[in-house]
């Protein structure tokens, strides 16, 4: 799949480097205490258990920034379905180039894959509806990059990236201000002063914050922590002025029902912050 637009070379490099840097320091000195410095050698990326690959361009990324002359041969990308058995890749090179890109390799091909395989099971189950999956910004600070790059890989949209490409008001920004109606009027003179291209979107809490918010003339309504037929409420309230959003307290088995509420959007953040990591292997070839 193409890469998203926020996972730029720039953002990659600056991630990669603070990695590196964090594991190896001044050396890996397990590395070069053992391994000769002309020593080359191969290793495959072993699946060891069933899922959507994911985290394979970066880590061909990783291999090239740490060292240019590594060799990746790979046979399966993200996105695909892979078995335990499967060899995703083969990398070809400085056995220290290798080892000491292990770790940081294994960590985000695991981690993304984890995000990857559990988008695409919520995915699944949206299958004929209108309705689209998101992700949220409940990711692990410094590797957020990674975690909405693997929710698309798995068939996720991504939603806003950070704090700012979009405005959303939540129930602690409508609680100090005092008012959904004066919160969004505040947003709306900020976006025309600053020349900003920001959409708008509220949290509400009961179908009265529904009614305010339409009235605000926002383009997204969040539909917080409702049950299924308020939200069919409340969608029929907005009857198409604007797009809607179930968030909050989202479980995989509810989705089905959800998405019959019409909603445009449901968002979870048990995207990133539940999924459990894949068991990946990078095994010396003998």
């Known amino acids: 799949m193409k890469r998203p637009s926020y996972a730029t070379d720039k953002a990659l490099k600056i991630f990669i480097n603070n990695a590196l840097e964090e594991d190896i320091q001044d050396g890996d000195h397990s590395t070069l205490s053992t391994i000769p410095k002309d020593l080359e050698q191969s290793a495959k990326l072993l699946v060891k258990q069933d899922c959507i690959l994911a985290g394979v361009e970066l880590a061909e990324i990783i291999f090239k920034t740490f060292?240019?002359?590594?060799?990746?041969?790979?046979?399966?990308?993200?996105?695909?379905?892979?078995?335990?058995?499967?060899?995703?890749?083969?990398?070809?090179?400085?056995?220290?180039?290798?080892?000491?890109?292990?770790?940081?390799?294994?960590?985000?091909?695991?981690?993304?894959s984890g995000i990857a395989t559990l988008t695409h099971e919520w995915d699944s189950r949206l299958v004929g509806t209108k309705t689209k999956l998101l992700d949220t910004r409940k990711t692990t600070p410094n590797f957020r990059?990674?975690?909405?790059?693997?929710?698309?890989?798995?068939?996720?949209?991504?939603?806003?990236?950070?704090?700012?490409?979009?405005?959303?008001?939540?129930?602690?920004?409508?609680d100090y201000n005092g008012s959904i109606t004066n919160a969004v009027k505040m947003a709306k003179d900020y976006v025309k002063k600053n020349k900003k291209k920001l959409k708008i979107e509220v949290e509400t809490r009961n179908l009265e914050e529904v009614q305010e918010a339409?009235?605000?003339?926002?383009?997204?309504?969040?539909?917080?922590?409702?049950?299924?037929?308020?939200?069919?409420?409340?969608?029929?309230?907005?009857?198409?002025?604007?797009?809607?959003?179930?968030?909050?307290?989202?479980?995989?088995?509810?989705?089905?029902?959800i998405a019959t509420t019409g909603v445009t959007f449901i968002s979870a953040g048990a995207l990133t912050h539940s999924a459990e990591n894949i068991d990946l292997s990078l095994k010396a070839v003998k």
């Not at 990308?77 to 292990?102: C, H, P, Q, W, Y």
């Not at 939200?231 to 995989?252: D, L, Y």
């Open 67 to 112: 060292d240019k002359n590594l060799k990746v041969e790979t046979f399966l990308k993200d996105g695909n379905m892979a078995k335990v058995g499967d060899i995703a890749f083969i990398v070809t090179g400085s056995a220290r180039s290798i080892l000491s890109t292990e770790r940081l390799i294994l960590n985000c091909m695991q981690r993304m």
């Open 145 to 174: 990059v990674c975690e909405k790059w693997a929710v698309a890989i798995g068939g996720g949209t991504n939603h806003r990236y950070g704090l700012y490409d979009m405005i959303m008001l939540k129930d602690n920004h409508i």
């Open 214 to 257: 339409i009235n605000a003339k926002v383009d997204r309504i969040m539909l917080d922590n409702m049950n299924v037929k308020m939200m069919k409420q409340a969608v029929q309230m907005i009857n198409g002025t604007c797009e809607s959003e179930a968030s909050g307290g989202i479980t995989r088995d509810m989705l089905k029902e």
